[in-house]
């Protein structure tokens, strides 16, 4: 048992049959937070079953390479089940470690939210 609770660094809703998720934290830096939003994404395909995920990083200000890591796991195992993983409301700034990393080609990134659950 840790001393500290475990806050929800996810904010989860449904729409349709797509699961939204927006993200409690603007910098999404410290190594403990990424383990835990890892964790609370990953259990939304492995124990809650969704196959359509849609992370909206509209309160991101600051995305840490770990971090891009989950997601990359996150997409992997979307796939694998046969789902789909889509991106939007990226400040410019993380879109451009998207684009130096190449990621802007694995994810499907849309501008804004509406867009996105188009997409699926």
Do not use: H, W
């Amino acid at each position: 048992m840790s001393s500290q609770p475990r806050r929800r660094r996810l904010e989860v809703e449904e729409i349709g049959d797509v699961t939204v998720v927006n993200f409690v934290d603007r910098k999404i830096l410290d190594e403990q937070n990424i383990q835990i939003i890892g964790e609370q994404l990953f259990s939304l395909v492995d124990e809650v079953g969704r196959r359509k995920i849609l992370l909206n990083f509209g309160n991101v200000e600051y995305l840490s390479s770990a971090a891009l890591g989950k997601l990359i796991t996150l997409n992997k195992k979307l796939q694998a089940v046969g789902g789909r993983l889509i991106l939007c409301n990226i400040d410019p700034q993380i879109y451009e470690v998207f684009e130096i990393t190449k990621l802007n080609k694995l994810f499907n990134i849309q501008k804004e939210e509406q867009a996105a659950l188009q997409a699926f």
